[in-house]
DNA sequence: GTAATCGTTGACGTCAGCGTCAAGGTCAAG
DNA sequence: CTTGACCTTGACGCTGACGTCAACGATTAC
């Protein structure tokens, strides 16, 4: 298929394609005419970058999985490297909520300080 | 006092004021020579950015903190524009909490199906 | 032939908060 | 007079993942 049906399919642009091509993690054979042919272990390619990025992984992040897809493993994350970058990115994330977490109890005694009535709701913790 | 000086005060760069300065947050009168002459209730102003900017709020955020001051209140936040501004963001921040929740919950999925020896512990929960 | 729809590469724009030159003016000390 | 520390404005760089032209070629339909 070429790029404009793969685009739909993996429900991203044709922009974002060849910048994933750009940075190395796709390649595309070429048609006769210049076209880029891709073939159905594209899009699993894509589709696993793709939800990958929607967990706020970046491409880099990424790198690993395809690398593993690529050498045959039917999963992206059955190789080793893959799995580093998940213990990696679980620890960033933990990093993150801490800090989120400091962050909103200084706002909400801010809040309360600045004003005693608008007392922040404690129910509706998540 | 000048730049150079309140930069130092406050633990920043003169790029930053400079900066501040362009977005409109705050003002400094000019010296026969041209160079910036800031007070010190401009430091006042510039720490209650930093802290804002610190906590994970951005410069816009900090406009009404600023105006605050400046209308001669002693703290930033005693106006209704801040305390809205506080509410706001504390919901800002509850959303990323719960978004990076439920990534964390996701990668440690995966994380368990890849390598289900490479069980995340459960005891380091903060 | 021509219009519509695809494809190509190249390159600048976006968002925030500055860092980092460049090219100069100002001012006190020695 | 000169060095050196300070100041000025202006403008490009940076990070990530693309969006959005521009200017052009290819293919298909009619």
């Known amino acids: 298929m070429r790029i404009g049906e793969l685009a739909r399919r993996a429900?991203?642009?044709?922009?974002?394609?060849?910048?994933?091509?750009?940075?190395?993690?796709i390649t595309a054979r070429r048609a006769a005419n210049g076209y880029r042919e891709y073939s159905e272990e594209d899009l699993k390619l894509v589709t696993e970058i793709r939800s990958l990025l929607t967990v706020g992984f970046t491409l880099e992040d990424a790198r690993p999985f395809v690398a593993c897809l690529r050498a045959g493993h039917a999963s992206g994350s059955s190789c080793p490297e893959s799995v580093a970058v998940y213990r990696r990115k679980l620890a960033e994330i933990d990093d993150e909520i801490r800090t989120l977490l400091a962050r909103r109890a200084e706002v909400a005694a801010q809040l309360t300080t600045a004003c005693p009535g608008c007392l922040p709701r404690e129910q509706d913790k998540t």
């Not at 429900?11 to 091509?21: C, D, F, K, V």
């Open 11 to 25: 429900g991203i642009s044709t922009r974002a394609l060849r910048y994933y091509e750009q940075q190395g993690l």
